[in-house]
Every structure is written in C-alpha cells, then in structure tokens.
C-alpha cells in the first residue's frame, strides 16, 4: 500500500493554530474518547484496613496489570495485591493511541544506537511479546479490539524519503520483511496530499486501550488479584516482619515482594526521581466518518500511520471509523509539573485539527468530538529501564516514552524475573542491567528539554539537518532518531 504524491513539497507542517482549526475543536468534549464511553466500569473500593501479601504491584496502567495478570498465572497460590492511585485507564493506559507494537527499544533506531549487539535478540523477544499479548487477550477472553493491520511508516516531504529508506533497510537486517513504495506504486492509495512513500512495518497491532485496561483487570480479579482503586501508595518501607511495607491513606499493605509501575506520576523512591520526567501529548478523535469520506481518502487497509519527522503524528481508524489524530508537540512543564490542568491545551487541539486537515483535506470541517492529553513517563534513553532497591525486595518499571502499549508486556515479565531473583536471557540484558542517564537539576533540565525540543524544530524546517545541540546530545547518548 502506498500514497499519491503532493503536487508541492511544503517545507513543514503549520506551525501556529488558525482560525479554522479552533473552530473545529471548539466543541469537543475535552477527554480522551476511550473513557467516555457507557461501557467504562465503575471503580473498584478503594484500601480500607491493612493488607498482608506475597507481590504487591503499584500501578494499575498495562505495566501493573500485565505484571499481576502474570504473577497470579505463573502461580494460582501466590497472593497478589494491585493498588492503583486513581481509576484504572485513567492515567497513560485510557488515553494513548493504541497502537501496540513489537518493539521494546521505542523503535529500530534507538535500540541500534544503545543497544546494536543485543538488537537481534530484542527484536526478537518483542515479536515473541506481540505474539503473547495476543494470544493472553484470547485466552483470558478479553475483547480489546485487537487488529495485527501494522504501521504505515510515511514520509510527508521528500526529505524524509531516506530516512524512511534507511529504517526499512534496518529493519530488513534484523529479519523484519519492510520495503519502501514511493506514491503510485499500487491502486490502493492513501489520499493525502502530505504522503510521498510509505513503508508497512508488520509488527504492529491495534487496540483499543481502554478496553484492554479494563480487560486486564477483570482477568486479574478472575485469577485471584486483590485490586484497589482510588487508593494512592504515598511510600514504600523496608518491613522488619515481612519485607516491604506500602503506606497508603487507607491503610498499610505489608508484602514480600514489589513492583512499582507508577508511569509519569513522581517516582516513590528518590532515587529514580532524575531519571524520569513527564511530558505531555495530546490527541483528536473525529466524529465517524461517512462513506463518502472514507472514500476521499481511502486508507482501505485499516493500518496505523506514524510520519517520520522529528516531530511526528499517529493516526489511526477506530472499529467505527473514527479517526484518532495526535501527537506532534511533546511539552515538558518547569519542575516537572504534571498538573491535570495541563490536560487541556486548547492552542495544542487548534494545530492538531490543521494538521488533520493538512493530511487530509476531504476531512476539512469534520466533527471533532474528542480532544484529550496527558503526560507519559520519558527517560534520557526513550525507552523502559527497570531498578532493584530493597536486597532486590522491590523492582521499579520506568521511561517507557510513549511506547509502552506492547512493551509493558515486556517490562512486566522482566520486573517478575528481577523481583524474583530469576536468572534468564531476559535479565542478562545490557538493556536490563543499564540505567539511563538522570537528567540535571531544575532550571537545568527546563532549559535542556526546551533546547532539545526547538532543536527538533529547527531540525525539520532545515530538511532535517541535525544542528550542533543535536548532535552534541547525540554524542552524549542523548540523542533521538525513531
């Protein structure tokens, strides 16, 4: 599958929101439209009275739930406790995309660049995740949605052609069958004139990530996990009788064994509390689309797309055909700050809806019904890192950057083979055993993530010429390129 090609090659997508896009998401209901639907379940009871466990989890989001769903498989008699601080999908899990791919290195090109001797190995320990992630939402009878369609993979200037030449030739030494189509190469074109080539990544599903939230945690409550909500773990202790101690408000969870799962929000260790930072990403749904407008720009094959700039979109068709549009920006707030304030970014909604309309004129003036953001969990080297702290007792799952639908699979087992004390090819990993670099102290890191970030933009306004802050994050191993 392929695209048509654009009569003029624009230098960069619109920069400033206009007019036209503000009206179109003037009327949108400001949440992500995965969790406004009838079928979100109520919240479970939140912790009232003490608890006593063998592996207690932190986190309700896919890295918690898939951790407990399998705990309690490998061993029906283990006893599990998950506490989540809010609703489970309310955090990164009920709001992303939902797109669920094999990678566990936030794509080949990051995972080449820190980890190019393990990369075989990774590649293929993250099909083996997408295969599993299939196969438990089959048997525990989960209805997520799932779509194993791929990614389209598309350059939207002719500048990014060997970029996009460049990642598929990656992708074909490590076993991974991708070719690039310039535009016209096949009847079945997308019709946008931002597209020029495409390439279709096959390891890439689709789900709905509400539902697999849900899901997860309906299947855990089957198989013997004691969850709770709205129940927030404000720190965590060595326990003289048992091990751990979690302090929550409602009561004290005492527990051999912990994963902590805790995404954007402040790390409870101090120590992992540089190495994370929030940012934030925002996303539209449309209203669904008429046949006449499915028609207008085609897209037959249900594929996920992602551009290749530095600033990038996802894009995607819902089971009702919807479009979800997001990405772009990704803004990080001075201090860390992850106020829910900063869900709503009204100047942020206004670009995406011209951005849509950029891709896809025929969709000019289309309903918006949803607009969303929120912040995920981003570490200096973009993808997962996992650290031991109490003799081991207690395992953290961080950094997953925005990819972690598919590899929190990953990060869970690897958190479970960690807690455990388990020797195995997982744990052996120099992506395991390694930490990424912390990022500085405010005002330090304020200025180096605003550096970063208009370097990115300076970058694909220059057809895509890395400037001397990029290079010099590069060379630091701070650099981005996925």
């Known amino acids: 599958m392929t695209v048509r090609s654009p009569a003029v090659d624009a230098p960069v997508w619109i920069e400033r929101p206009t007019e036209r896009g503000q009206a179109m998401v003037a009327g949108a209901r400001r949440e992500p439209y995965w969790l406004d639907r009838p079928e979100r379940p109520s919240a479970r009871p939140s912790l009232a009275g003490d608890l006593d466990c063998d592996l207690l989890v932190v986190g309700g989001g896919f890295t918690g739930l898939w951790t407990a769903v399998q705990a309690a498989e490998e061993d029906p008699s283990r006893r599990v406790v998950l506490l989540e601080g809010g609703q489970i999908a309310d955090g990164a899990s009920g709001r992303n995309g939902g797109f669920c791919a094999a990678s566990i290195t936030h794509g080949l090109a990051n995972g080449v660049a820190r980890f190019a001797d393990e990369m075989p190995t990774l590649v293929r320990l993250g099909v083996e995740t997408l295969d599993a992630i299939e196969a438990a939402l089959d048997r525990l009878a989960i209805d997520a949605a799932f779509e194993r369609v791929g990614e389209l993979d598309v350059a939207t200037f002719d500048w990014q052609v060997a970029d996009l030449e460049d990642q598929a030739r990656t992708a074909r030494e490590l076993g991974i069958d991708v070719t690039v189509r310039r535009a016209g190469d096949t009847a079945a074109d997308i019709r946008s004139p931002m597209v020029v080539a495409s390439s279709h990544d096959p390891t890439v ?30 720190r965590v202790r060595r326990d003289r009788r048992r091990g751990v101690r979690a302090v929550c408000d409602g009561g004290v969870v005492t527990a051999d064994r912990v994963v902590l799962a805790t995404a954007a929000a402040r790390p409870l260790l101090r120590r992992n509390r540089l190495s994370v930072v929030p940012v934030f990403d925002y996303a539209l749904m449309t209203e669904p689309l008429t046949p006449e407008q499915l028609t207008a720009i085609g897209w037959s094959g249900r594929e996920g797309l992602a551009d290749v700039g530095n600033r990038f979109h996802y894009i995607r068709r819902t089971v009702d055909d919807r479009v979800l549009f997001g990405g772009w920006d990704a803004v990080y707030h001075f201090g860390s700050d992850d106020d829910p304030r900063h869900h709503v970014a009204d100047d942020e909604f206004a670009l995406l809806a011209d951005h849509l309309v950029e891709m896809f004129p025929a969709l000019d003036g289309v309903g918006i019904s949803h607009a969303w953001g929120g912040a995920i969990d981003t570490c200096s080297r973009f993808c997962a890192f996992w650290d031991r702290a109490l003799g081991g007792r207690v395992v953290s799952v961080l950094g997953f ?15 479970l083979d960690l807690v455990d004390g388990r020797d195995t090819e997982r744990t052996r990993l120099s992506m395991v055993r390694t930490r990424p670099l912390p990022f500085p102290p405010e005002p330090l890191r304020w200025i180096g993530i605003t550096l970063t970030r208009r370097a990115f933009a300076r970058a694909d306004r220059d057809r895509g010429r890395r400037g001397v802050w990029l290079r010099a994050m590069d060379a630091v191993g701070l650099g981005f390129d996925s």
């Open 401 to 415: 950057t925005g990819l972690g639908v598919g590899a929190s699979h990953f990060g869970a087992r690897v958190a």
């Open 205 to 234: 599903a689709l789900v709905d990530p509400a539902k697999l939230a849900w899901g997860l945690a309906d299947a855990a409550e089957r198989l013997g996990v004691t969850v709770h909500e709205h129940t927030p773990v404000s």
